[in-house]
């Protein structure tokens, strides 16, 4: 098979356009003539992009206020909120967000309620049946009974500030998308905000960093056709001597975690025979989860980098924490800046903390206040599981008897069409989410040891259990020390984060929370289980919190977390086996211990600096098997470049051109052949893995390209035909000379609007997108522009901010996000922070009042409004 790699194919932008709901096309059209008119300059069309710009001086009433908040923005229209009470805070920080991204909070709730039908048709039907089938909003909603009264009452507070806004603005003063959507007939206007649409997007962050659902079921894919050997090779274990986890020893003894302590655990796992019919609900459901909308997430793919060093390695002499959480690329980003902060402290007004906040959620949710400062890496932990059941009727198969099926029903209302009225069914293990992707697998004649009945895919997941989770994010904004940050954590059910910890005192340390399910020793959690067999079942208890890793003042001096192994093999209980390899974390600690052993400090300008290492971490693995092959001519022009690399990914780098495209080339021509579309390798750090290990075995059955008769191909012949490959590519993609070849022409960062910005529709997309930033780094790089091989060059996620806190002086720490405080496009900070990230920059992030008041540009009085 000769393989020439091109981008995936995807529908035109009229077929596109053709496939919207008919008031978005009429919408299409009346976003074409504004932007028609924005180009002539039309006073009016300028007006109606405008008009939602926030007001960010002067005064505006606020009504529930008991004392004015100041608003004190700088350059960047990052905001400082200073008042007298947490709820004062906590009210004008939701009139703040609703004045800056109400419609991305609008949408956003849409979308974790199930009801993204009432905003964009039936387009969106698919997807709301599987956030109203897993019940986000019902668990949400639910929630709010268990959190604390004073998180309710920020909850309440925010609420109202939100709605304050609303109340006083039309929707063309909300948002300019309104204009667009309202143009084509939708007659639209948002509803009131409630807590629980603050708590509902807390089930996104957790689907968005959900595990290993889906790897589940491509080890199942992965077996048509292959042994169980062959996948292992697939999914490589962690290589524990190579990449040091997170935490070097320990145990849990008696359900507490101790350090010296070692307590191996055993598995017996317990998995049906995988028939075809199983792998077709199986890989129905796949295709449906990855048609949920981006803006909930991707769900696979996705790392974080976070680390601080103490005083004895620091020029300050006091900690230094650095942290660059990596998700989906989107416009706008995901994070806010922000500050909260009571003019006087004081048991009655307490908080006083700047980071990174999401819109529509009280709080900083990253960040530093006074005393301690903390960062967020996803921890991974396995926790959710999907089970193949039996259904008969209104049935289910368990432990030899038939049982009931619980139902209830939903009705999604749907923009331009009728209503539609879902079943959703559930058994003890959680919803059946394959009822959303087709009719139930008739299985035809069973395998033996397997009940009789249809096959469907149940989900049990930690983040449908209600938590008090919100409780953790106010608690943490006012945490004083390790103690109290442990307490704050130890609320953090859903999803499980590596938390990272410095204080002003010097101390720095290392939090594994979360809930984490103990299953019994039937379920490994690798491939979906057998739900009719008990032995698979969660036990219903989580891991203990005492028993979960941790560690305070390291021998190192210092803890990387970029979602490695938390600690070793031995640990018990049971935490995932689907870790991220630890390329990352292990380049971040080699360069540490590289100063260490130098006897050089870290600076800021450091530590910011090794956010942006860029070395490919298979280039020294892979590239001297590649100029092993004798290649000639013009086919050796780019084996030339590959002589001479670094192995770094700068932008404009040739070699790392060819080499990501030869990895491209090679992953088709080894894979392709032999997995399912479905699975194909989108060449991130797993893939890494795999290809090292084959290298190894140069007539391994993988190399062979099964669509040839009579040859087999081993391990050089591929990696001629991907060298010869790739130099075609770059031919017809940048130029015949190699030495114009650069890695951010392929490699290019475009931001998106989740909604509008993906219509299809030109004018639509140019009013809301911006795209063209091109940028170094790669997949599973410290600096983390991960692209997707299985579809293009593009980035997909990223660091979504990036910030170092000197904990020796809280003024000195820098920060910077992928796109800007704004959500309205055209805003001058709607964008005004990407160039800066594209270029590694970052922004001086003052915190103490006279910083801030120095750095102040504008400034808006919020005023209580007398009531009647």
Known sequence: MTSTMTDEKRPGPWQ???????????????????????VAGSITAVQLVRRPFPQVSGSAGLPGLEGEVEVVRDAQGIPQLYGDSVEDLMRAQGYVHAQERFFEMDVRRHATAGRLAEMFGEDALESDEYIRTMGWRRVAEKELALVKPETRAALEAYADGVNAYLDSHSSSRIA?????????????????????????????????????????????????????A????????????????????????????????????????????????????????????????????????IGSNSWVVDGDHSVTGSPLLANDPHLGVSLPGVWMQMGLHCRTISEACPLDVAGFTFSGVPGVIIGHNADIAWGFTNLGPDVSDLYLERIEGDRWRYDGRWRPLRSRTETIEVDGGDDVTITVRST????????????????????PGVPAGDYAVGLQWTALRPAPTADAILQLDLATDWDSFREAAATFGVPAQNMVYADRAGHIGYQAPGQVPIRKSGNDGLLPSAGWKPENDWTGDYVPFAALPNVLDPDDGFVVTANQAVIGPDYAPFLTDDWDRGYRSQRIRDLIEQRVDEGADLSVDDMAALQLDDLHPLGPVLTPYLLDIDLHGYYAAGQRKLRHWDFHQDADSAAAAYFNVVWRNLLADTFHDDLPEEIWPDGGQRWYAVVGNLLTEPRSAWWDDTSTDGVVETRDDILARALRDARDELTRRQSLDADEWTWGHLHRL???????????????????????????????????????????????????????????????????????????????????????????????????????????????????????
């Open 176 to 228: 300019v998308e309104y204009t667009v959507l309202n143009a084509g007939g939708l007659h639209y206007q948002p509803e009131h905000w409630t807590p629980a649409d603050s708590v509902s997007w807390l089930k996104a962050m957790a689907w968005d960093l959900r595990g290993n659902m889906t790897d589940e079921i491509d080890r199942v894919l992965a077996l048509a056709g292959h042994s169980a």
């Open 750 to 868: 475009d931001l998106h609007s989740p909604t509008l910005g993906e219509s299809g529709v030109g004018p639509v997309e140019w009013l809301v997108n911006r795209n063209g930033w091109q940028v170094g780094g790669g997949s599973s790089t410290v600096d983390a522009t991960s692209w997707d091989a299985s579809e293009g060059y593009g980035v997909v996620s990223a660091p979504s901010m990036r910030m170092v806190v000197s904990l020796g002086d809280l003024d000195d720490s820098r920060w910077i996000s992928l796109t800007g405080v704004s959500g309205h496009p055209f805003d001058q900070h709607y964008t005004d922070q990407t160039d800066l990230w594209a270029a590694g920059a970052t922004l001086p992030w003052a915190f103490t009042r006279d910083a801030v008041d120095a750095a102040a540009e504008d400034v808006l009085t919020l005023e209580p409004v007398a009531e009647d």
């Open 16 to 38: 596109r356009f053709q496939a919207w709901p008919r008031f978005a096309r009429i919408a299409g059209y009346v976003a074409a003539a504004l932007v028609i008119v924005l």
């Open 230 to 301: 062959e996948v292992a090779e697939l999914y490589p274990e962690y290589p524990y001597d190579e990449h040091a986890p997170i935490v070097g020893q320990g145990a849990v003894v008696d359900n507490v975690f101790e350090q010296d302590a070692t307590a191996p655990g055993t598995r017996n796992p317990q998995r049906p025979p995988y028939t075809a019919d199983m792998r077709g609900v199986l890989t129905r459901l796949r295709d449906g989860i990855a048609k949920m909308p981006s803006l909930l997430g991707r769900g696979d793919g």
């Open 428 to 447: 003890a293990h959680g919803p059946i989410v394959s009822d959303v992707s087709e009719e139930l697998e008739d299985v035809g004649e069973d395998p």
